[in-house]
């Protein structure tokens, strides 16, 4: 079941984004994900803003492969550098349709 992971992230301080931006994306793919976003271009239209100073939306093929990429070794000083340099929100959230009403969507799962 395809899920997606969100990343708010609000900066606090740049030194770890170089490192982060060239070597983190890599390590997704080596774990099925794909980043489908990542922008600082946040419009809010509806609620309070958010805080983030970057959103990113990665796309894995299961909440499997996105657990292997945040355990995996090597990412591990990047998400220190980027828990020191930020304040994250990280979100897993799968394909289905809680209402169970969007035919492309999987329905409502199982309890």
């Known amino acids: 079941m395809t899920v997606y992971l969100i990343a708010e992230v609000k900066i606090t301080d740049e ?12 390590i997704a793919a080596r774990h099925n994900g794909r980043f489908l976003s990542r922008s600082g271009n946040v419009e809010t239209i509806e609620g309070p803003p958010s805080e983030g100073t970057v959103i ?22 990047y998400g220190a550098a980027r828990r020191q ?27």
């Open 85 to 111: 340099g930020s304040i994250c929100h990280y979100r897993l959230i799968d394909d289905t349709d809680l209402a169970g009403a969007i035919p492309y969507l999987v329905g409502p799962a199982a309890t």
């Open 15 to 26: 030194a770890w984004i170089p490192d982060y931006v060239a070597h983190v994306h890599e």
């Open 56 to 77: 990113s939306l990665l796309e894995f093929p299961s909440r499997e492969d996105v657990l292997a990429f945040a355990d995996d070794p090597e990412y591990a000083p």
